[in-house]
């Protein structure tokens, strides 16, 4: 996708500089994406299993063990 933007962006008469800085802060969006992606993945799957009666909900409320 980025290089596409860049072909087009250069084509546009944008110039090197501003196309670094917009694919940097391309990967810091693409971070919180992803991010937000995975939480979302994860809301679904315990929705899911909690419906589906598949969280053993003594195991999830239990006190961690100390370590020895």
């Known amino acids: 996708v980025l290089l596409c933007l860049t072909v087009l962006l250069n084509q546009m008469g944008v110039s090197a500089v501003a196309l670094s800085l917009l ?5 810091t969006v693409e ?4 991010a937000s992606d995975t939480l ?3 809301a679904v799957t315990v929705a ?8 053993d909900r003594n195991v999830y409320y239990a006190e961690p063990k100390k370590r020895k």
Request: negative net charge; hydrophobic residues 60%.
């Open 23 to 27: 694919i940097g802060i391309n990967a």
């Open 48 to 55: 899911v299993a909690s419906s589906e009666d598949l969280i």
């Open 40 to 42: 979302g993945d994860v």
């Open 31 to 34: 971070m919180f994406l992803a």
